[in-house]
């Protein structure tokens, strides 16, 4: 277990040797129940002081990679599945309420924002380009790959204040004169911003995995709109079969498809699962998701991947709409990104979601 660490990077020592970890868990090359090191052992072979070592298996073990043995040491977390089976991880949601003012990291994110004003200073004055700072789009690019196993190129990624400005977006982009389809129950936002927009639409009934398939293959839509992960208030989460029928029910009919993330990152099984749009090869899926579920409701930061084939007519239809997040919260938002505090958060919150679930039965 040796991991090259560089003084010079401009990273902490102990993250860099923490990423160096998570990567052999994730990766499989450390296994469930392998022991780590002794603290002393790992801080000779690194050349680094035993502070630093004991700084990053605390964080492994506060996020869940880890657990200590008293007068054993430390072992590769093993059981529920805290541990990724591989680093393209996707998560089965069930019902949870994610963070809360508690839970959220105010401090560390004051620090970025004292980082920003400092960095940026002039910057801070001049437009957005309008899909969004390149910083903010690159940081979710970067966070995608690793968290949800998307490939979604920042010049693909369009930033928004919250999800209905977004939705708003797509219903010009695909056109008034298109019928729509949402899940039935749906989230009352949804259907809201659709009726403001004087749309056709249809509702099509959820079962027990998804909309049930009668309502799926005579409805006729060439949009739907569908929350597959703990649908509110249904609770129904889409199974993979179902996934599989959606994604098979847009290339037949050469329809398109709005997948609404809002709650996933909150998921407490580890059992994988996969997004829609990582199921789609034919660029018929259009992923969004929220910064104001996983962080606070304050924080009306949204984001939506335009799949390529629509990258282009995006571009030409709606390129001219200005940015509606100011420059100052993109840029705070992606240095929080960027830092890996984001991830960590979401990890701690997971884990705690966790065990109030065991507690509870």
Not at 87 to 116: E, Y
Not at 123 to 148: C, H, M, Q, T, W
Not at 235 to 244: C, D, E, F, H, I
């Amino acid at each position: 277990m040796k991991y090259s660490l560089d003084k010079n990077a401009g990273e902490a020592l102990y993250l860099q040797l923490y990423r160096g970890i998570k990567d052999d868990i994730v990766s499989g090359i450390l296994r469930p129940g392998d022991k780590l090191y002794s603290k002393r052992t790992l801080a000779a072979e690194c050349g680094v002081s035993v502070i630093t070592v004991e700084h990053t298996y605390s964080l492994l073990a506060d996020e869940g990679y880890i657990v200590p043995r008293e007068k054993s040491g430390f072992y590769v977390a093993e059981g529920d599945g805290v541990i990724p089976s591989r680093p393209a991880l996707h998560r089965m949601i069930t019902h949870t309420t994610g963070g809360n003012v508690n839970d959220f990291p105010l401090s560390s994110f004051k620090r970025h924002m004292r980082a920003v004003m400092a960095d940026y200073e002039d910057e801070l004055l001049v437009r957005s380009p309008n899909n969004g700072r390149a910083e903010l789009r690159e940081a979710i690019s970067d966070y995608l790959k690793r968290f949800r196993g998307i490939d979604a190129p920042p010049d693909q990624i369009v930033i928004g204040a919250g999800s209905e400005y977004l939705y708003s977006l797509l219903i010009q982009l695909f056109g008034r004169d298109k019928l729509y389809a949402i899940e039935d129950p749906c989230y009352r936002k949804i259907e809201q911003v659709y009726t403001a927009n004087g749309v056709k639409l249809t509702k099509l009934p959820l079962g027990d995995d998804g909309i049930t398939p009668h309502a799926l293959r005579s409805c006729g839509a060439n949009v739907l709109h569908i929350t597959p992960y703990h649908s509110f208030p249904s609770g129904v989460t889409a199974s993979p079969s179902k996934r599989a029928a959606y994604v098979a029910w847009a290339r037949e009919h050469g329809s398109y498809i709005i997948e609404d993330d809002y709650e996933s990152e909150f998921s407490t099984l580890s059992k994988p699962v996969d997004t829609i749009l990582s199921l789609d090869p034919d660029g018929r899926v259009v992923y969004i998701n929220t910064f104001s579920q996983t962080l606070a409701p304050s924080m009306r930061v949204g984001y939506m991947v335009i799949p390529s084939p629509l990258a282009r007519t995006y571009e030409e239809r709606l390129g001219f709409y200005s940015c509606t997040v100011p420059v100052f919260d993109q840029l705070v938002l992606a240095s929080f990104i960027d830092s890996g505090e984001f991830e960590r958060y979401i990890n701690k919150v997971r884990r705690k979601l966790r065990n109030e679930k065991k507690g509870s039965l």
